[in-house]
């Protein structure tokens, strides 16, 4: 079992940078993914890395401006926005799954979920 908090969420205007993190307890051998739910949508796959941080898989609406991370010293992950639109706007959650290093980019592969934190993009 792995507990995840998230963090850093917040209003920023658009074209700003905010870092969302998520803080892992318990077992954390995992690989990690972010995932959002914009008001009135389902929940989008948005990134994913595996365990040792060498693989990365993005949804094509941030690639390019979001960057995930992660720091197995102090099991935490990443997850740097910058070039923020107000598309953007959604609760991100962090997602942990299991298993090898296949990149997970749908949303009902990941096993354990965050609380979720706001982001919103004014224009």
């Known amino acids: 079992q792995v507990q995840l908090v998230e963090s850093g969420g917040g209003l920023v205007q658009a074209g700003g940078s905010l870092r969302l993190s998520c803080a892992a307890s318990?077992?954390?051998?995992?690989?990690m993914g972010w995932v959002r739910q914009a008001p009135g949508k389902e929940r989008e796959f948005v990134v994913y890395?595996?365990?040792?941080?060498?693989?990365?898989y993005y949804a094509d609406s941030v690639k390019g401006r979001f960057t995930i991370s992660r720091d197995n010293v102090k099991n935490t992950v990443y997850l740097q926005m910058n070039s923020l639109k107000p598309e953007d706007t959604a609760v991100y959650y962090c997602?942990?799954?299991?298993?090898?290093?296949?990149?997970?980019?749908?949303?009902?592969?990941?096993?354990?979920w965050g609380q979720g934190t706001q982001v919103t993009v004014s224009s």
């Open positions: 997602a942990a799954v299991g298993g090898d290093d296949i990149p997970r980019t749908r949303v009902y592969e990941y096993d354990y």
């Open positions: 890395i595996s365990w040792s941080g060498g693989s990365t």
């Open positions: 318990g077992r954390t051998l995992y690989a």
